[in-house]
């Protein structure tokens, strides 16, 4: 009975377990050779500059629309000189961390999933084994490491784009001198605000990028498995983004603040 | 042989001792949830020998290659290669067992993103330290072996389907691996391309002296293999002629059933049988 009442969480728990099991050998593999040097940069190339056209656009729609209606609401407070303020702190804490961990769980967690996931489908991870090579040190170290060292670069990209964005709304829409857009830019951010857009993007690149890759590992059933692997990818991805960046908001205000 | 011995024998790898089989399975069973595969399965594979697995499909053959390469491990009994009990080393232990033997995977399973010159001197280029000009010389070597030297810098994606076995047998023999495990290497080939593959099989059988194991569903290539032999002419060219009369036969049939062996013989015994299952499965 008791048995029964306890199936349906088997499935998840031994998700859970199956993906610390892979953390525990990414770490055990960052500390010890072979370490594939050419993979991890073609994987930074792959995910850092292959992501940084829709980053750009992300950035600056999502820093243009913010300054837009936000414009609206400090009219009513009689405050739209601090538009800068508001838009850099947005930018820089918060929107511009998660759009673009979405955006890239989107672009490159599902593309680690389904080629992972083709990979493995075909035998290919099977014969890397067959060839000795370690897959995880091969696939999953590359992956997770350029994930982890690029998602802050994007990010720190994306908040520039967004709050020239900003710069470009409140200049031509909603008449607000640049030099008081930019001094209000400025003294709106401060240096803890700065540290918590860097921190976030590594913790969210490691998670994007690690659930991507336990995913396409775990891939079975042929292209149709494939599929399901990588919309898995995305929508997993995509929540635990917007999980972990609450509890990490959390843990830095409590710690920075 | 008996266990002690083979531990005796644990040599470094490129040693074996006289008598030592390539591959030694001692009552191996293996289940994947309530499903038995294997079952108090035993056999050996004696080096410079082919053993040839036949069964329905389910019956665990390629289940059986993947317990020799080491990735997957059994639930009980033992299984030693080329002197080593890889049933109980971890996955870095097993990388040099791994380097002595060569598998063909069903469909190739070749890299898409590599060429076929990449893909053929894959563990070469990404495992060993030797030099990139010795390890072409090494790939064109091979690719010349199975007849592909012209498609060293194609996609996998660009060659057809029994090329691509050929150069997944070029990759396998690549690192001159001591044994050979072969994966279906000819379904899903029409009959003219898959005796090209046969071919390959037949030549590192007895120019290489390969030992091989090869997992198939398709009988005529498994005999054809099994009543073939390779000959050099005096001009040095390669030929694939019928085996002659009183030839030894070094390559046994062995049929998978209920998850132990049903049976285990030559071609002729095979052909022969009057064994109701067999002969349903030879008709």
Redesign the interface.
Same mark, same amino acid.
């Given at each position: 009975m008791a048995a029964g009442l306890f199936d349906p969480m088997k499935k998840p728990i031994l998700e859970v377990q199956e993906y610390l099991r892979l953390i525990g050998q990414f770490a055990r593999g960052l500390v010890s050779r072979?370490i594939?040097g050419r993979d991890i940069v073609e994987q930074l190339d792959q995910i850092g500059v292959g992501s940084l056209a829709v980053v750009l656009l992300t950035g600056t729609f999502t820093g243009m629309v913010l300054a837009l209606q936000s414009g609206l609401t400090l009219d009513r407070f009689g405050v739209r000189t601090e538009i800068g303020g508001l838009v850099s702190a947005s930018m820089v804490k918060e929107l511009g961390p998660v759009l673009t961990a979405l955006i890239v769980a989107g672009r490159v967690g599902s593309g680690i999933a389904a080629e992972l996931g083709?990979m493995m489908v075909?035998?290919?991870v099977?014969? *890397?084994?067959? *060839?000795?090579?370690?897959p995880i040190r091969?696939l999953v170290i590359p992956r997770i490491l350029a994930a982890t060292a690029m998602l802050p670069v994007l990010t720190v990209i994306a908040d520039a784009v967004g709050v020239v964005g900003g710069a470009i709304i409140s200049s031509t829409q909603l008449k607000v001198a640049t030099s008081v857009y930019w001094n209000s830019a400025v003294d709106g951010l401060y240096l803890d605000d700065v540290w918590m857009g860097l921190i976030k993007p590594v913790v969210l690149g490691f998670v994007i990028a690690s659930i991507g890759c336990h995913v396409g590992l775990r891939t079975k059933g042929g292209t149709q498995g494939v599929g399901r692997a990588t919309t898995n990818s995305v929508v997993i991805a995509s929540v635990a983004v917007l999980a972990v960046d609450f509890l990490l908001t959390k843990l830095l205000i409590a710690v920075m603040y | 042989m008996p266990v002690d011995a083979l531990i005796e024998a644990q040599a470094p790898p490129g040693t074996l001792a006289a008598g030592t089989p390539a591959v030694l399975f001692e009552d191996v069973s293996l289940a994947f949830d309530d499903k038995v595969v294997l079952e108090h399965l035993s056999f050996s594979l004696m080096p410079g020998t082919m053993k040839v697995f036949l069964g329905a499909s389910g019956a665990g053959k390629s289940t059986i290659l !993947?317990l020799i390469?080491g990735?997957l491990r059994p639930d009980a009994g033992a299984i030693w290669v080329h002197g080593r009990r890889v049933d109980q080393l971890t996955? %870095?232990e097993l #990388?040099p067992v =791994?380097?002595e033997?060569g #598998?063909v995977?069903?469909?190739g %399973?070749?890299?898409?993103s590599l060429t076929v010159r990449e893909n053929t001197g894959? =563990?070469l280029f990404?495992?060993t330290r030797q030099p990139i000009a010795d390890v072409d010389v090494r790939v064109q070597e091979v690719l010349g072996f199975v007849g592909l030297r012209d498609y060293a810098e194609r996609m996998p994606s660009d060659i057809s389907g029994g090329q691509r076995r050929r150069v997944a047998i070029a !990759?396998a023999l690549a690192s001159r691996p001591r044994t050979l495990l072969y994966d279906e290497p000819t379904t899903g080939l029409d009959p003219i391309t898959a005796l090209t593959v046969d071919a390959e099989i037949i030549k590192l059988r007895d120019l290489e002296h390969v030992s091989s194991i090869i997992v198939t569903h398709q009988l005529r290539d498994a005999f054809y293999v099994a009543t073939h032999r390779a000959v050099t002419g005096e001009d040095g060219t390669v030929a694939i002629r019928p085996a002659p009369a009183g030839d030894p036969d070094d390559t046994r049939f062995i049929m998978l059933k209920d998850g132990g062996i049903g049976f285990e013989g030559t071609a002729a015994e095979l052909r022969a049988t009057s064994d109701a299952y067999l002969r349903a499965f030879l008709s």
């Open positions: 072979p594939y083709s075909t035998d290919q099977a014969a *890397l084994r067959a *060839l000795g090579t370690d091969k | !993947r390469l990735l996955e %870095a #990388m =791994r380097a033997l #598998m995977f069903q469909e %399973a070749l890299f898409d894959y =563990r990404e495992e !990759r």
